[in-house]
């Protein structure tokens, strides 16, 4: 079974700042994605950015950016110069290449921004 | 952009009611999944559709059922709500990417 594995319950970070919340997961699958996902106090859970594990280029949104280690099952997230709406819930999800298939979410981090 | 929404925000029901719970989607995506979040668990599949009628089990379907007649709705039902059923609910749809909608705070007295 695939697993995701968030081991940070909890980040802080400066305003300004940079600031990387880890993921690990476990497959066998050779063909699959990898999300980011954020979950502000309002809780609507917003994508923050998509990796297609085919692409060995790791994907960039704007200050958002991931550093994707397949042979080591690694997804981390780096937020560059942090702002006070980067506060929020951070969830790392994955899925074989199949559109019906489900996520696996990982447990979360809880990242604070500090002004 | 893709719209999901969910029913209610916040709902309060009594142990042992039937509870819907309401998720349409505008983007005419065939898949939608119903999650539900509890801190520290983070979020687990209850049910997902991949087609109108055709529904598949999560991770917890224990207590719960759906429903999808139409393709754009997908409903969770609680037949007889209990307490350990108190949880945020959130509904997703996809054709690829998942799009989340606001989550319902459901708690059960």
């Known amino acids: 079974a695939q697993t995701v594995t968030q081991s940070q319950p909890e980040m802080s970070v400066q305003e300004a700042e940079t600031v990387t919340l880890s993921c690990t997961y476990d497959t066998s699958e050779s063909d699959y994605y990898l999300f980011w996902y954020k979950q502000p106090p309002s809780r609507q859970m917003i994508l923050v950015i998509r990796?297609?594990?085919?692409?060995?280029q790791n994907a960039t949104e704007n200050r958002f950016s991931v550093n994707f280690q397949k042979a080591a099952k690694s997804f981390s997230l780096k937020i560059s110069d942090s702002q006070l709406g980067d506060a929020a819930m951070y969830f790392c999800?994955?899925?074989?290449?199949?559109?019906?298939?489900?996520?696996?979410f990982g447990k979360g981090t809880r990242l604070s921004v500090i002004a | 952009d893709v719209k999901v929404t969910q029913s209610s925000r916040y709902l309060v029901k009594r142990t042992g009611e039937k509870v819907f719970l309401e998720c349409v989607q505008d983007?005419?995506?065939?898949?939608m999944f119903w999650y539900r979040q509890d801190p520290g668990l983070g979020l687990r599949l209850i049910y997902f559709?991949?087609?109108?009628?055709?529904?598949e089990k999560g991770d917890i379907p224990e207590g719960y059922s759906v429903s999808r007649e139409k393709k754009e709705r997908f409903s969770l039902i609680l037949e007889s709500a209990s307490t350990n059923q108190t949880s945020m609910y959130l509904c997703?749809?996809?054709?690829?990417?998942?799009?989340f909608g606001p989550g319902t705070r459901l708690t059960v007295l």
């Open positions: 990796q297609e594990a085919y692409k060995q």
């Open positions: 999800a994955y899925r074989i290449n199949s559109g019906n298939t489900p996520l696996v």
């Open positions: 997703a749809s996809a054709y690829d990417t998942q799009y």
């Open positions: 559709s991949y087609d109108v009628k055709m529904k």
């Open positions: 983007m005419d995506h065939e898949n």
